[in-house]
């Protein structure tokens, strides 16, 4: 293949960010179209690169391709934002009707969650994924917030070995998120202010745990509206085409949920917690656009440009 048509290519497949299944289908396709648009050019008479050259100049910028090639891939089924909305539909269904007081429910839910993830995760990283790897990553936040509850010297020991495994897992999570797509992040990461929004509301003294049944019992069915919420959110995400509508989205509902609560309970959410879980949902959704960045231009060169090659790059030009 000429180098011309092989860096259009590459330039095309780095700004792609679907799964490897689409990726490939779409490569496939345009690859299959532009060998034959460049060979209808060379038998009306112009040379190879002459052609390959036409060619990518009348299909527009790689950029732009990438684009209407996502759009008309990204969007995805209704079972496909059913699997989506699910890790937040079980929780509003485990507030809405008690279930959370009983552990047999809790561990259920959450022997379900790391069931799917894990299925989840050996096929390919479908779209539905990123909401339970989310609620994948609560038991690994809980279990540090337990262990500040231990005596003293046991609490050290214990945060020792814990805090790099903890920090290793969701690294892991994090960065393999981001190489498809920074977006994913932001979805996954949704419901963390939303958790912390409830748990500062229910805490007494600054005590995460320092909150009665009763309590939690009283604000259950508003618990369970705000996750049936997220669970709207991730089913249209799901359907959305235009990353910009995405984002939007994300943004948007996560800052609507915070203002819904604090609007419930009064004084319990005072404006400068408000103000700062605001300020957090907003970082949390586009502080993975920056760490993608990073990871790009690591992965392809920094001050690599659209308009050199992957290929180029992979051997060392």
């Not at 202010?193 to 309590?215: C, D, M």
Request: aromatic residues 12%; charged residues 15%.
């Amino acid at each position: 293949m000429l180098k011309t048509v092989n860096r259009y290519l590459n330039d095309v497949r780095r700004q792609l960010r679907l799964d490897n299944g689409a990726e490939s289908e779409v490569m496939r396709e345009l690859e299959t179209h532009i060998e034959d648009r460049v060979s209808e050019m060379e038998n009306a008479g112009l040379s190879e690169e002459d052609a390959a050259r036409d060619c990518i100049r009348l299909l527009g910028s790689a950029r732009l391709v990438a684009r209407q090639f996502y759009e008309a891939q990204s969007q995805g089924t209704w079972r496909q934002a059913l699997m989506a909305s699910m890790p937040h539909l079980l929780v509003a269904i485990l507030f809405a009707l008690n279930w959370w007081q009983g552990f047999g429910w809790l561990a259920i839910t959450l022997g379900l969650v790391i069931g799917t993830v894990w299925y989840g995760w050996l096929h390919g990283r479908p779209v539905w994924l990123f909401p339970w790897l989310g609620y994948m990553l609560v038991p690994v936040i809980g279990a540090g917030l337990l262990l500040m509850y231990l005596p003293r010297g046991w609490s050290w020991l214990a945060l020792v070995a814990y805090v790099p495994l903890a920090f290793w897992l969701v690294c892991l999570v994090v960065v393999q998120t981001i190489r498809r797509d920074w977006i994913y992040v932001a979805l996954m990461l949704l419901p963390v202010p939303i958790v912390i929004a409830w748990l500062l509301v229910v805490a007494r003294g600054g005590w995460f745990l320092g909150f009665t049944v009763e309590q939690l019992r009283e604000l259950a069915n508003w618990v369970g509206f705000s996750f049936a919420a997220l669970a709207a959110t991730a089913t249209v995400f799901i359907r959305l085409r235009q990353r910009w509508l995405r984002i939007s989205l994300l943004l948007v509902s996560g800052l609507a949920i915070l203002t819904a609560i604090a609007t419930h309970v009064g004084g319990r959410l005072d404006f400068p917690t408000f103000l700062l879980l605001a300020l957090m949902t907003v970082g949390l959704l586009f502080s993975p656009a920056i760490v993608e960045r990073r990871l790009r231009k690591r992965d392809y060169g920094i001050g690599l440009t659209d308009s050199q090659s992957v290929a180029d790059v992979d051997a060392g030009r």
